[in-house]
């Protein structure tokens, strides 16, 4: 909230309008003034505080000196050099501190120009009501939380006076954190993964335009209440990380003549590893891959006992097998393999193509 105000002059310099941000209390964001100074360039410097009501301060602060040319100049905090900023210790100066506002209620500020072309320095006070700040709460997921879902809701609070709670439109930001960023750090440098404006509901469904999650990274998130473009109030940077699932290991090797019903092997990386135990020597293993509409696809299977060059072949005794899939760019599904000695039988193993 901005409260400007008028008043007459004193000395050659003199402030000719001021304003306090209470929604914006930071070094770069405090005031602005224009100054008016009838006499030759001058070194000016300001110093100032906000106080409640009761005297308390809220914040005090003190700027550099620096060069105010002759006639009417603008002068912003941000175009200041700050010496000393400091918030009160107060519950007041604490809340300023951690939200860069001021709480509600009301309170009284000062600005004091002093200058070496006056004997007397201009000062600006006024008053300033602020309403109730709303406080807003992350509540999932948990602060530093490990999570399953690349795609999880996001879950918040916010409380303080009906009537504005009722009215309240909040921004809520997901960014990539990387280490050793905290969640502070990376909503201040990372490029959002999405930002979504006007959130009226508590649990904000995971937009279905932004990408998954990747399992492994850590993030971080933060709700805002946003007032005519302007953030009035924000929730504490929270982060999360999202679990990085173990990465398959290849079952090595499953005996076609014990296969239980229904079971489905997982091919891990295109390969499937399967052992025929045969007493006798024989003629050679054929293999078959079945498809979609039981479309037979022929692959290459190594007989890994039977020593290098040796395809689709098989001696007596254990005879351990890896069948190869890469070369058919399967699609993700289920598949048969089916497998026949040269004595007519045949075996078939169910075998999941994942994702």
Request: include cysteine.
């Amino acid at each position: 909230m901005l409260l400007i105000g008028a008043r007459g002059s004193v000395g050659q310099v003199t402030i000719q309008s001021a304003s306090i941000n209470g929604e914006l209390l930071t070094p770069t964001t405090l005031y602005h003034l224009v100054v008016i100074n009838t006499g030759a360039p001058a070194m000016v410097r300001l110093d100032g505080f906000v106080r409640t009501r009761q005297g308390e301060q809220v914040v005090a602060f003190r700027t550099a000196e620096q060069l105010l040319p002759s006639g009417t100049s603008t002068w912003t905090a941000s175009s200041s050099t700050m010496q000393a900023f400091n918030y009160g210790a107060g519950e007041a100066g604490r809340t300023a501190r951690v939200h860069q506002r001021l709480p509600g209620g009301q309170f009284t500020w000062c600005i004091r120009i002093n200058s070496d072309a006056a004997e007397t320095g201009d000062e600006w006070c006024d008053d300033l009501v602020m309403e109730d700040l709303l406080y807003l709460d992350l509540v999932m997921p948990w602060h530093k939380d490990t999570i399953d879902e690349v795609r999880p809701a996001l879950t918040w609070t916010i409380t303080g006076s009906p009537t504005a709670v009722a009215a309240a439109k909040v921004r809520i930001t997901l960014v990539p954190m990387s280490a050793p960023m905290n969640a502070a750090q990376a909503l201040a440098a990372e490029v959002p993964l999405f930002n979504v404006n006007d959130v009226t509901q508590r649990t904000l469904l995971y937009p279905p335009g932004a990408p998954d999650l990747q399992r492994g990274r850590c993030y971080a998130w933060q709700a805002e209440r946003v007032v005519d473009g302007r953030v009035a109030d924000r929730s504490e940077p929270w982060s999360f990380c999202v679990r990085d699932l173990p990465k398959p290991q290849a079952d090595k090797y499953v005996l076609l003549d014990r296969i239980e019903p229904g079971s489905v092997y997982q091919a891990v990386d295109d390969r499937i590893y399967f052992r025929y135990d045969e007493p006798y020597a024989s003629t050679d293993l054929r293999c078959v891959v079945l498809g979609p509409g039981r479309r037979e696809l022929v692959p290459d299977a190594r007989n890994e006992s039977a020593g290098p060059g040796t395809t689709l072949s098989k001696q007596a005794g254990v005879n351990l097998y890896e069948l190869d899939l890469s070369p058919y760019a399967l699609k993700t599904g289920i598949y048969t393999l089916r497998v026949l000695d040269g004595k007519g039988r045949h075996y078939e193993l169910q075998f999941n193509v994942p994702r």
